[in-house]
């Protein structure tokens, strides 16, 4: 059974940055697929960064966050600069199993979830 365990998660103010990192027990490069999203309360989880064959990112945070993996640490990471108060939020990172299918940042397709780590965001 895989698991994902996120961390970096924190409070900093905004136009700061943070590093998230997604530690898999198994091997990421057995993941095509992995992600990362963020849920508030009250609202449903939202796609922020995919990293697949391609990258792709939500409009909200494209040109300030950067997905990317290092196989050979079977981590997962979400580099988030020039942060914005919207960008408080749990973000959590998921994986999919080749068998699963749907849109990259549509979280019905991931079948693995990290726990989640909370950024918060101060104007």
């Known amino acids: 059974q895989v698991q994902l365990v996120e961390f970096g998660g924190g409070s900093v103010q905004a136009g700061g940055s943070l590093r998230l990192s997604c530690a898999a027990s198994?091997?990421?490069?057995?993941?095509?697929?992995m992600a990362w999203f963020r849920q508030v309360p009250g609202k449903e989880r939202e796609g922020v960064a995919y990293?697949?064959?391609?990258?792709y990112y939500a409009d909200s945070v494209k040109g300030r966050f950067t997905i990317s993996r290092d196989n050979a640490k079977n981590t997962l990471y979400l580099q988030m600069n020039s942060l914005k108060p919207e960008d408080t939020a749990m973000y959590y990172c998921?994986?999919?199993?080749?068998?699963?299918?749907?849109?990259?940042?549509?979280?019905?397709?991931?079948?693995?979830w990290g726990q989640g780590t909370q950024v918060t965001v101060s104007s």
């Open positions: 198994g091997s990421t490069s057995a993941f095509r697929r």
């Open positions: 990293s697949g064959f391609n990258t």
């Open positions: 998921a994986a999919a199993s080749d068998s699963r299918v749907g849109p990259a940042l549509s979280p019905r397709t991931y079948n693995y």
